[in-house]
């Protein structure tokens, strides 16, 4: 009898909770409305076997109770019962089915009108690639891949000249335009979703796969990975943004060419020195870092790390939260960096100093530390010299009271803050694990012990 009513509240819990759940599909902002009725088809079908079925052996608890003066029938077969339940689940199987492979077949079969781009993951990155003017994608290929070319773009291919490259996680989309989203992987399975868009597809390296949708509302979307694809999958983040058409435009203009990217002419150290004059006010004459000051040693630092901090500086994406004592100051410094010709020079400067490493002044359990860098070694490197590849900076032998203070402001979001730092944001999840200020000291005074000596 417990039994029964158990299973009776059992199906009475379920459909409430179907029907009152806060857990449902996020409002949807494409058109695969057939996706979600698909699911709603489902569960309609599940739910009604899952009704049937416990409420059937809930009756046969009861009717069928243990009395000492009744004994079980033995009933080995029955021929109209089994053919009953075959069909029934036959139909059952079909209703769920049959819908799917029809949207399925909209899925693959991509209208004509959808313009192209490109979405390219990495581990734990996005980028994204516009065929440019000439709607043709240039070709692209593995060995030509490096700082200077994330993309592997073709230099000798005339097409790609005017594609347009978009090395940061956000894409944005023009409202109303079906797009046919290519899927390129650098290194492992990644997977292309964005849930509100009902869309997902695995990105496989060594292929090209598809899906395509039209955006039907304005607004910003997360794209997930949805690949187990390494220890920062969680943590791989991207934003589609769906503008009206003018806006879309506007973004793409302000969006770089390949050809803008290449063949810059070479870095020029001896125009960079001059420029450094001022940062040594603050770096050191030798970049060697100044603890009073809040600025870390930079000599020895990948000089695609420094671009890429230096321009965030100058756009605001660092150094502009209240709060931040040092950020600001090095952000009101970047004025002075009029051109990408000027960061590039200082670079080029700062990466001719001396690379002495840097005073110790963090104490902590070291091999404590190494159990927990583990995980960071995936993106900075066993030897904590930092790997392009996963834009992990040089940290092995550079100031370590400034990881600390970094890694706090990773924690407490004066760093990592802005929509578009994505590495910054991932820096940010990834903080986490460290719970406390214990954890900081002794990851770094690990991070010390692998310091390359001069
Ligand atoms: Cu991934």
């Known amino acids: 009898m417990l039994i029964a009513v158990v299973l009776v509240l059992l199906v009475v819990g379920s459909i409430l909770f179907h029907f009152l759940s806060p857990w449902w599909l996020t409002p949807i902002a494409s058109n695969w409305v057939e996706v979600d ?39 080995p077969e029955s021929k109209r019962l089994e053919w009953g339940l075959t069909w029934l689940t036959a139909i059952g199987v079909c209703a769920m089915l049959a819908p799917g492979l029809l949207v399925w077949g909209n899925f693959v079969n991509v209208p004509d009108e959808a313009h192209e781009i490109e979405a390219v993951a990495e581990q734990f990155r996005w980028s994204f690639r516009l065929p440019g003017e000439d709607e043709t994608f240039g070709k692209t290929d593995v060995s030509h891949m ?11 291919d005339p097409y790609g000249a005017d594609d347009v490259l978009i090395n940061n996680g956000e894409l944005h989309l023009p409202l109303h335009e079906p797009v046919k989203v290519l899927l390129r992987s650098k290194d492992v399975l990644h997977n292309f979703a964005v849930p509100q868009m009902r869309v997902k597809m695995d990105m496989v390296p060594g292929m090209v796969t598809y899906l395509w949708f039209e955006p039907i509302r304005i607004g910003e979307f997360e794209i997930l990975c ?24 506007t973004w793409v203009d302000q969006q770089v060419t390949y050809e803008e990217t290449a063949n810059l002419p070479a ?4 125009v960079g020195q001059a420029l450094y004059g001022l940062c040594a006010a603050c770096h050191g004459p030798d970049g060697q ?22 321009n965030n500086f100058k756009q605001g994406i660092r150094g502009t939260q209240e709060g931040d004592v040092f950020g600001p100051q090095m952000a009101a410094m970047m004025a002075t960096l009029t051109d990408d010709n000027s960061v590039r020079n200082v670079i080029s400067h700062v990466q001719d100093l001396p690379d002495r490493p840097a005073p110790q002044t963090v104490e902590g359990d070291a091999e404590r530390g190494g159990w927990l860098y583990t995980t960071c070694a995936a993106c900075h490197g066993l030897d904590a ?10 940290l092995a032998g550079m100031s370590d009271w400034y990881m600390v203070s970094q890694l706090q402001h990773f924690k407490n979001g004066l760093r990592g803050y802005h929509p578009l730092d994505f590495g910054g944001d991932q820096m940010t999840q990834l903080s986490i694990m460290l719970t406390d200020d214990r954890d900081i000291r002794d990851v770094v005074s690990y991070i010390n012990t692998l310091a390359p000596s001069e």
């Not at 870095?267 to 001896?270: D, G, L, T, Y």
């Not at 010299?385 to 040089?394: E, L, S, T, V």
Request: net charge neutral.
């Open 37 to 75: 009725n698909t699911i709603t088809i489902t569960f309609w079908v599940t739910g009604f076997v899952f009704v049937a079925v416990n409420l059937f052996l809930a009756y046969v608890c009861v009717r069928y109770r243990y009395r000492a003066d009744r004994k079980a029938h033995y009933q």
């Open 146 to 156: 490096g700082v200077e070319n994330p993309f592997g773009m073709d230099p000798s």
């Open 267 to 270: 870095a020029n150290p001896i």
């Open 226 to 249: 949805e690949e187990l694809c390494g220890i920062a999958h969680y943590a791989m983040r991207g934003r589609v943004v769906v503008d009206e058409a003018e806006d879309y435009q």
């Open 385 to 394: 010299m930092g790997i392009w590849q996963q834009k992990g900076p040089r």
């Open 289 to 310: 870092g100044n603890q009073q000051l809040g600025s870390p040693k930079i000599s020895g630092q990948s000089a695609w790390y420094m671009q890429l901090q230096i």
